[in-house]
């Protein structure tokens, strides 16, 4: 199983500029960039029973990965969602080790993409 799909990741690739522009590194970029905030966020919002904030920024998270199709990680950010709308934080205490699993992975493999390994 994969952490982000490639038929997701090849159909952004499609965007690419002909001119070299390299759309989907970007893409990367700022996900690397912004989504830990996201998470920490979450995590600081289970925390302090936040659940607006819970739901925000779970949602938020769960957009981004979704554009990668990394599809694991959109659903935890799902079950985070939900949770936050509906003011039930106390199970998502458990699932934050699953967040932080499925991001670090969906994190190296974005810059596996990014910056692939000579073979």
Do not use: Y
């Not at 990741?9 to 522009?21: F, H, I, V």
């Not at 893409?27 to 925000?56: H, M, N």
């Not at 949602?59 to 079950?79: E, V, W």
């Amino acid at each position: 199983m994969t952490v982000i799909d490639s038929k997701t990741l090849a159909s952004l690739r499609e965007l690419d500029g002909e001119n070299g522009e390299d759309l989907v590194g970007e893409l990367i970029d700022i996900f690397l960039e912004q989504a830990p905030q996201r998470v920490d966020g979450i995590k600081k919002a289970v925390a302090t029973g936040d659940a607006r904030s819970v739901s925000f920024q779970a949602h938020s998270l769960k957009g981004s990965a979704a554009n990668f199709g990394a599809d694991d990680l959109t659903a935890i950010c799902q079950r985070f969602e939900t949770g936050g709308r509906a003011a039930s934080l106390g199970d998502l205490r458990a699932l934050l080790p699953d967040l932080e699993r499925e991001f670090q992975a969906v994190c190296a493999a974005l810059q596996d993409q990014r910056h692939p390994r000579a073979a």
